[in-house]
T-cell receptor, first 114, second 113 residues
Framework: AQSVTQPDIHITVSEGASLELRCNYS??????LFWYVQSPGQGLQLLLK??????LVQGIKGFEAEFKRSQSSFNLRKPSVHWSDAAEYFC????????????FGGGTRLMVKP | KAGVTQTPRYLIKTRGQQVTLSCSPI?????VSWYQQTPGQGLQFLFE???????NKGNFPGRFSGRQFSNSRSEMNVSTLELGDSALYLC????????????FGPGTRLTVL
């Protein structure tokens, strides 16, 4: 069975600073990988996804992520954080034989200092 | 295009009662999945429906059930509620299964007293 680890429960960055959120997965074959963001009281919004092809994926709101098979990682990055990016971020993995079932990491709560 | 709609948004029930939650997918989407989100267990997959058929089921007791109607709307039911069932229940829809992009609704916040 697949699993996802987000090692950082909380991260605080200053506005304008760069951001990297870590995500490690465990799955025997090539996974489908996702990053979602959740603001308080809201559902999940898809930031970006990786199915195949180019390992550097561009998403919405200026986010990008890089799939590194050798490290089983799919880290999320943003060059300059805005105060509105404060939220909880979830990495998720899916497979090609489990329909739409996603396995989520525990989430990383991002706080942005002015 | 309207997003995924979940009703009700908030519910308060007592132990032993049952509850039904509703999800209306994005127009044209035929796949609906349900997730439970709690502070302790995080986001966990409950089940997935496509064309009125359950395709996958997560590791939850039989008290949790669901169904999908011909118009793709879905309901989930929890019987004999326990305190631990207090959670945010999220519904997601997509055009089809096999990890097509899923769009999540705002969730139903269930509190069991």
């Amino acid at each position: 069975a697949q699993s996802v680890t987000q090692p950082d429960i909380h991260i605080t960055v200053s506005e304008g600073a760069s951001l990297e959120l870590r995500c490690n997965y465990s799955y025997g074959a090539t996974p489908y990988l996702f990053w979602y963001v959740q603001s308080p009281g809201q559902g999940l919004q898809l930031l970006l996804k990786y199915f195949s092809g180019d390992t550097l994926v561009q998403g919405i709101k200026g986010f990008e992520a890089e799939f590194k098979r050798s490290q089983s990682s799919f880290n999320l990055r943003k060059p300059s954080v805005h105060w509105s990016d404060a939220a909880e971020y979830f990495c998720a993995v899916g497979t090609n034989n489990a329909g739409n079932m996603l396995t989520f990491g525990g989430g990383t709560r991002l706080m942005v200092k002015p | 295009k309207a997003g995924v709609t979940q009703t009700p948004r908030y519910l308060i029930k007592t132990r032993g009662q049952q509850v039904t939650l509703s999800c209306s997918p994005i127009s044209g989407h035929r796949s609906v999945s349900w997730y439970q989100q709690t502070p302790g267990q995080g986001l966990q997959f409950l089940f997935e429906y496509f064309s009125e058929t359950q395709r996958n089921k997560g590791n939850f007791p039989g008290r949790f059930s669901g169904r999908q109607f011909s118009n793709s709307r879905s309901e989930m039911n929890v019987s004999t509620l326990e305190l631990g069932d207090s959670a945010l229940y999220l519904c997601a829809s997509s055009l089809r299964p096999n990890t097509d992009t899923q769009y999540f609704g705002p969730g139903t916040r269930l509190t069991v007293l």
